[in-house]
C-alpha cells in the first residue's frame, strides 16, 4: 500500500512563532526520500497552516504527486487551477473545527458538484472527493466526475471495541469494493496512526493512504525520515 504523506501540521509548527522553521518543503522532501508516493496540504479558507506561497513552493518541489486539500470554492478552484496540483481532493470545510470532521455532503451538492470539476479535470488535473464509506455517495462522486474517492477512515479510527473496529473495516472494505467496480481509484484516510493502518492493508481495492498529523506527532519524537518509514515498512 501507498502512503501519501499531508505536511499541514509542518506548517502549523512553524506559523506557531510565525517565523521560516520548521519548512513544509523540506519535510515534504524527507517524505518522498523516504518512499511516500504523494504529499498531501490543505489550503484553508483561513490559511491556518498551509499558506499560498507554500502550495507555490510545494508545487515547484515535490516530484511525485501533489495532492491539494480544499473546499469546493471560486476561490480555490482559481488557484487549484493556477497551480496544477496533481490532484485536487475535495473537502468538507467550517472555520470553527480543529480538522476536516467528515465526509463531502454530495447529495445535497451534487449539481454545483458537477459544474464545479468540469474547469479543474479540463486544466489537467485529477479529481478525488473525501467521501464517507456509504455506495449511494460513491456512485453520485463517480456520475460527477471524480477520477478518485477518498473513503472517510475517521470513524474506524475512533473505535476502541475489535468487534466495532472490524465492522466498521466490513464497511470501508464494502465501499472500497464498490467504488473500485465503478472505474474510482481508492485511497483512504482520516485518524491513521502506524498502528491502526496494518488492517487496511489487506483491502487490496485501496492503493495509498494519506496521513498527515500522526507522522508529525511521530516525527517529533523519531524524526521524520523513521516516521515516514514505519507506516511503509512495518515491523514484523
Not at 502550495?55 to 511525485?64: A, F, G, I, Q
Amino acid at each position: 500500500m501507498k502512503l501519501a504523506v499531508n505536511i499541514d501540521h509542518i506548517a502549523t509548527l512553524r506559523n506557531a512563532r510565525n517565523e521560516r522553521e520548521p519548512d513544509p518543503v523540506a519535510a515534504a522532501l524527507l517524505a518522498e526520500k523516504c518512499g511516500a508516493s504523494g504529499i498531501v496540504c490543505h489550503l484553508r479558507e483561513d490559511r491556518r497552516h498551509i499558506r499560498d506561497a507554500d502550495l507555490e513552493n510545494l508545487r515547484k518541489s515535490v516530484k511525485t504527486k501533489l495532492d491539494l486539500e480544499m473546499a469546493m470554492t471560486a476561490e480555490m478552484q482559481a488557484i487549484a487551477i493556477r497551480t496544477r496540483p496533481d490532484l485536487v481532493t475535495l473537502v468538507p470545510e467550517k472555520r470553527e473545527e480543529l480538522t476536516t470532521e467528515g465526509g463531502f455532503a454530495i447529495a445535497s451538492q451534487y449539481r454545483e458538484l458537477v459544474e464545479f470539476i468540469k474547469p479543474i479535470r479540463e486544466a489537467g488535473i485529477g479529481v478525488s472527493v473525501f467521501i464517507e464509506p456509504e455506495e449511494p455517495a460513491i456512485a453520485l462522486a463517480a456520475e460527477a466526475g471524480a477520477d478518485v474517492v477518498e473513503i472517510h477512515t475517521g470513524p474506524y479510527s475512533l473505535k476502541e471495541l475489535q468487534e466495532e473496529r472490524e465492522l466498521e473495516l466490513e464497511r470501508i472494505r464494502k465501499a472500497a469494493r464498490f467504488a473500485r467496480n465503478l472505474g474510482l481509484r481508492v485511497v483512504a484516510g482520516h485518524g491513521l496512526n502506524h498502528l491502526n493502518v496494518a488492517p487496511l492493508r489487506e483491502i487490496t481495492e485501496i492503493e495509498e493512504v494519506s496521513i498527515g498529523h500522526a507522522i508529525i506527532a511521530r516525527a517529533v519524537l523519531i524524526g521524520m525520515e523513521a516516521a515516514v518509514r514505519e507506516i511503509l515498512q512495518p515491523a514484523g
